[in-house]
């Protein structure tokens, strides 16, 4: 949680001593007692001024920054796919160059060769794993071929899972800019890192940026959120919770349909199966303290809720939520070429980085790691037995 938001006492011990002491009633002369009662004014207004100007959170700056993410992506990049690749290509240096700026460590992971795509783009935050996590022991039993070169992870991340992962694709359909679908995500996300990046949460939680959400590739093994998830999977370190952030800006609030798409009222719908309901609660309870959010949690119809990177990691057993706003499917431009900055609601996007923000402070801490190895071997003896 950054300084700027979240409210806290002072901490200046010093400045609290010299408080005390003015404060302290002792025999003085009338004119010495007005000027120490002045003395103490002054010292309590240099101390709460500053607590004032750190607890006020910058929505003007936010929406600053917002705006110029989904600018970049969608007017000086424009469209990102395989018919425009160098496009995606700077798109996908934007987003590295911007984490790198802000000092985030991430990994650009080139996990997709048919077609050639840009990278799985992860940044991590938190805590370090344990020392035990940052060697692990191949994932097989006695006795087991080591696997393939192809079969083993990504990259050289300790194999520990994030407690957290939020998503979002920076793809978008031929012909279309994607202001809303989904530079808005990106934006979004972009922005929480920002913030992070200052102030580390409590837990270990990962943002992570996919190629190729768009058709033909959701849910096929050419899909970057599929790809991670089998990564993940082989190294036993699939995320607890997963959130896709996808399609924020535009939140049609005249769109007299929404009812019949089975869409909330709100500024903001959490979507999720009913195997998701804790995560879909949770989340929907934090963002409603800060816009008004509703959770759409049903077995069937809303097909909207798997449409997006949460999915694949569903599909292995995660919770997983698509975080959207509850206009998307009513939007005139949806994936047409009118997909353009100037049409979303940046202030329903700051109050979403707001409210994620709260979200990941509110986080319990996970369990400790245990090697998995252990739990392999041991599995092994008892079938032996």
Same mark, same amino acid.
């Given at each position: 949680m950054p300084q700027s938001h979240r409210p806290h006492?002072? @901490?200046?011990?010093?400045?609290?001593?010299?408080?005390?002491?003015?404060?302290?009633?002792?025999?003085?002369?009338?004119? !010495?007692?007005?000027?120490?009662?002045?003395?103490?004014?002054?010292?309590? !207004?240099?101390?709460?001024?500053?607590?004032? *100007?750190?607890?006020?959170?910058? *929505?003007?700056?936010?929406?600053?920054? !917002?705006?110029?993410?989904?600018?970049?992506?969608?007017?000086?990049?424009?469209?990102?796919?395989?018919?425009?690749?160098?496009?995606?290509?700077?798109?996908?240096?934007?987003?590295?160059?911007?984490? *790198?700026?802000?000092?985030?460590?991430? &990994?650009?992971?080139?996990?997709?060769?048919?077609?050639?795509?840009?990278?799985?783009?992860?940044?991590?935050?938190?805590?370090?794993?344990? #020392?035990?996590?940052?060697?692990?022991?191949?994932?097989?039993?006695?006795?087991?071929?080591?696997?393939?070169?192809?079969?083993?992870?990504?990259?050289?991340? #300790?194999?520990?899972?994030?407690?957290?992962?939020?998503?979002?694709?920076?793809?978008?359909?031929?012909?279309?800019?994607?202001?809303?679908?989904?530079?808005?995500?990106?934006?979004? !996300?972009? &922005?929480?890192?920002?913030?992070?990046?200052?102030?580390? #949460?409590?837990?270990?939680?990962?943002?992570?940026?996919? #190629? @190729?959400?768009?058709?033909?590739?959701?849910?096929?093994?050419?899909?970057?959120?599929?790809?991670?998830?089998?990564?993940?999977?082989?190294?036993?370190a699939l995320p607890l919770r997963v959130i896709a952030v996808d399609s924020m800006g535009w939140t049609g609030k005249d769109a007299g349909w929404r009812a019949f798409m089975n869409f909330s009222k709100g500024n903001l719908t959490v979507g999720a199966r009913p195997e998701s309901r804790p995560l879909a609660d949770n989340l929907t309870q934090t963002l409603s303290r800060i816009t008004d959010t509703a959770a759409v949690v049903t077995r069937d119809g809303a097909f909207w809720i798997d449409k997006s990177d949460h999915a694949p990691f569903v599909a292995r057993g995660c919770q997983g939520v698509l975080l959207t706003a509850p206009g998307t499917l009513a939007y005139p431009c949806l994936h047409l070429g009118c997909d353009t900055p100037e049409k979303l609601d940046y202030k329903t996007m700051e109050m979403t980085v707001h409210g994620l923000l709260e979200f990941i402070a509110q986080q319990p801490s996970p369990p400790p790691h245990r090697d998995h190895t252990e739990t392999l071997i041991d599995s092994g003896d008892k079938q032996g037995a």
């Open positions: 006492p002072p @901490n200046s011990s010093a400045s609290s001593r010299l408080l005390t002491r003015v404060l302290r009633p002792t025999p003085l002369k009338p004119a !010495l007692l007005l000027t120490e009662v002045l003395l103490a004014g002054m010292l309590l !207004l240099t101390l709460v001024a500053p607590l004032q *100007a750190e607890t006020q959170w910058d *929505a003007t700056t936010i929406q600053t920054n !917002l705006r110029r993410t989904v600018a970049t992506l969608s007017t000086d990049i424009g469209e990102r796919n395989a018919d425009a690749p160098l496009n995606y290509l700077r798109a996908a240096a934007f987003i590295s160059d911007q984490l *790198a700026l802000w000092g985030v460590p991430l &990994e650009s992971l080139r996990l997709i060769t048919d077609p050639p795509s840009p990278p799985v783009i992860v940044a991590t935050f938190g805590p370090e794993p344990s #020392p035990a996590a940052h060697n692990p022991a191949p994932l097989t039993k006695p006795g087991q071929p080591t696997p393939s070169a192809s079969e083993q992870p990504a990259s050289s991340t #300790p194999d520990t899972a994030p407690h957290l992962l939020l998503c979002a694709h920076y793809d978008t359909v031929p012909g279309s800019p994607g202001a809303n679908d989904n530079a808005s995500g990106v934006a979004v !996300l972009l &922005e929480l890192a920002r913030l992070l990046a200052d102030a580390p #949460p409590p837990v270990r939680l990962q943002i992570a940026l996919f #190629p @190729n959400e768009e058709e033909p590739h959701f849910m096929t093994p050419a899909s970057g959120s599929v790809r991670y998830a089998e990564q993940l999977a082989m190294r036993s």
